[in-house]
């Protein structure tokens, strides 16, 4: 199966890695401040296909006690529902309806930085690109920007990793 496939290779490139200029390493505080404090979750490049890997980091987000709204162009334009919730076209239109706390990153690198951007300008407290979404440039743009950035790390394995299971109850 794609997912447990997935999660091997999250496994073995999680956030203790250093890129190919070796200045990056995700903070674990900084991951820890951003899973148990996050309850709305915008997920951008969600998928209906049962075998990519944000379709299920999606519903597992959502079985840990997050709110995850899919973001994903075309979907919106069909109407969809995924795993419950209404897909929206992007980041602006989610955020007229809900704060958003994380926008967390499923496409490939060299169109990160634009979402990067849109998660600054929308408020959201945090951005998190996935495993294999690298652009150090965004992530620079991000922290000067006053929020807290993981990339190239999975939330369903750093979790686990750091004993968090879920967002802090209130």
């Not at 309850?39 to 049962?50: M, P, Q």
């Not at 919106?76 to 239109?93: M, R, S, Y």
């Not at 955020?95 to 990160?112: G, K, L, P, R, T």
Request: proline share 4%; aromatic share 6%.
């Amino acid at each position: 199966m794609k997912c447990r496939t997935f999660i091997s290779f999250a496994v073995g490139n999680s956030a203790r890695f250093s890129n190919m200029s070796g200045s990056f390493r995700n903070d674990d505080e900084i991951i820890r401040r951003i899973l148990t404090k996050t309850k709305t979750i915008a997920l951008v490049g969600a998928s209906k296909n049962t075998q990519r890997a944000s379709n299920h980091v999606m519903s597992s987000l959502q079985e840990m006690g997050y709110k995850v709204i899919p973001i994903n162009p075309g979907l919106a334009k069909q109407n969809a529902i995924l795993h419950g919730e209404k897909v929206f076209p992007d980041l602006e239109t989610v955020a007229s309806e809900f704060h958003v706390d994380m926008v967390d990153i499923f496409i490939n690198s060299q169109n990160a930085g634009q979402f990067v951007d849109e998660a600054i300008v929308i408020g959201a407290k945090s951005v998190w690109l996935q495993v294999g979404v690298i652009d150090e440039e965004a992530w620079k743009r991000a922290v000067a920007a006053g929020l807290d950035c993981v990339m190239n790390a999975c939330p369903l394995i750093e979790g686990p990793r750091l004993g968090i299971s879920g967002p802090e109850e209130e």
